[in-house]
């Protein structure tokens, strides 16, 4: 399958805990942009479980041996403009229910976590259904707190 996201986790409860704290803490002006610059890809496996990632650069420059975005320094063009990997690296390639994006973004009382089904791979031929999109957000509520929003202005 090639390079896989460093990031690859599990959506647990833990992982939710971290990822509410990760919201309280970025709610700072000095990382507001840091935050909202972040996407998380996220795949539902065929047996239910959720494994997400850091969106990460498919390729790096050779001699360079990081994840994730690196840094400017040293890096022929700004890593906004390099191919990512996609949704198939986090299970590796096989069959998904569904795919998308996890993100913040920053409202009036604060960051708060959106959930899509942006998935060129996985939901632009055969987009899921609202009541797929309702178990997924319920899903992502279960883990992170009922605070998580549907962005469907990112929906594929």
Not at 68 to 79: D, E, L, V
Not at 82 to 91: C, F, R, V
Not at 108 to 122: H, L, P, Q, T
Request: proline letters at 5%.
């Amino acid at each position: 399958m090639g390079r896989s996201a460093r990031s690859n986790s599990a959506l647990t409860k833990a992982v939710g805990r971290r990822l509410r704290s990760l919201a309280w803490q970025m709610d700072t002006p000095l990382l507001h942009g840091m935050a909202r610059s972040v996407t998380f890809l996220w795949a539902m496996e065929t047996k239910g479980t959720i494994r997400l990632c850091v969106e990460e650069l498919a390729e790096l420059p050779e001699g360079m041996d990081m994840s994730g975005h690196p840094r400017r320094r040293g890096f022929p063009s700004h890593p906004v403009h390099e191919k990512k990997l996609g949704h198939p690296t986090l299970i590796d390639g096989a069959a998904a229910r569904v795919a998308g994006e996890l993100f913040l973004d920053l409202r009036s009382d604060g960051f708060r976590w959106f959930v899509n089904v942006k998935s060129g791979r996985y939901c632009r031929h055969m987009p899921p259904s609202r009541q797929q999109i309702a178990e997924v957000l319920a899903y992502f509520q279960s883990m992170l707190g009922n605070d998580v929003g549907f962005d469907d202005i990112r929906t594929a």
